[in-house]
């Protein structure tokens, strides 16, 4: 059984994971989409939002299911039996730390990373633009989907209300 983890902070989860999530279905057994819970950052989704929002987002590929992780993503590897982390890569510079992040996991376990590359219609695609355009008004859909961004314009008008409060 080939498993593979596909970490991140899904803040929302957007339509580029998605696509990663998909191809690594394709190409795995099992894929595990673990959310990294870190109380120490500032999100606009709490972590169990965040993987309510990946459960319904992957519900269609049967071999997919969706945790969460703290601590060393290694240590999760190893306790999981998970042989492979992949990783979307947009640009070049998603690269650098990327191949560091790489080196590091493989000197710390048995664990191999695979790079994919992001289908160019998702390239410029983040969490963190998609919820910057969303803060000024701007369309997201077709960047994520249609209950994500729902979610996201109900949590910006929350947080508006509370900091004119
Ligand atoms: P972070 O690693 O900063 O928590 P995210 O949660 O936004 O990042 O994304 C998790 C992973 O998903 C990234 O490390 C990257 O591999 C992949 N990813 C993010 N956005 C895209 C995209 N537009 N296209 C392909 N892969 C992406």
Same mark, same amino acid.
């Given at each position: 059984?080939?498993?593979?983890?596909? %970490?991140? =902070?899904?803040? %929302?989860?957007? @339509?580029?994971? +998605?696509?990663? &999530?998909? /191809?690594?279905? !394709?190409? !795995?057994?099992?894929?595990?989409?673990? $959310?990294?819970?870190?109380?120490?950052?500032?999100?606009?989704?709490?972590?169990?939002?965040?993987?309510?929002?990946?459960?319904?987002?992957?519900?269609?590929?049967?071999? $997919?299911? +969706?945790?969460?992780?703290?601590?060393?993503?290694?240590?999760?590897?190893?306790? @999981?039996? &998970?042989?492979? +982390? $992949?990783?979307? *890569? /947009?640009?070049? =510079?998603? !690269?650098?730390?990327?191949?560091?992040?790489?080196?590091?996991?493989?000197? *710390?376990?048995? +664990?191999?990373?695979?790079? &994919? %590359?992001?289908?160019?219609?998702?390239?410029?695609?983040? =969490?963190?633009?998609?919820?910057?355009?969303?803060?000024?008004?701007?369309?997201?859909?077709?960047? &994520? %989907?249609?209950?994500?961004?729902? /979610? *996201?314009?109900?949590?910006?008008?929350?947080? /508006?209300?509370?900091?004119?409060?």
């Amino acid at each position: 059984m080939r498993r593979a983890i596909c %970490p991140g =902070s899904f803040d %929302p989860v957007t @339509n580029g994971h +998605i696509d990663i &999530v998909a /191809r690594a279905s !394709f190409l !795995f057994d099992e894929v595990i989409v673990a $959310v990294g819970i870190n109380k120490s950052k500032n999100r606009l989704f709490t972590a169990e939002e965040r993987m309510e929002m990946l459960r319904e987002a992957c519900r269609e590929f049967s071999n $997919v299911r +969706i945790d969460g992780f703290s601590g060393l993503l290694t240590a999760y590897c190893e306790e @999981n039996d &998970v042989q492979a +982390i $992949v990783k979307g *890569l /947009r640009a070049v =510079s998603d !690269f650098d730390y990327e191949l560091q992040m790489a080196q590091m996991n493989s000197s *710390l376990a048995d +664990i191999e990373t695979v790079f &994919v %590359p992001t289908s160019p219609e998702y390239s410029f695609l983040a =969490s963190s633009l998609v919820k910057e355009v969303a803060t000024f008004g701007g369309d997201v859909s077709g960047l &994520v %989907p249609g209950f994500v961004r729902e /979610r *996201l314009v109900t949590r910006l008008d929350e947080r /508006r209300r509370a900091g004119d409060a």
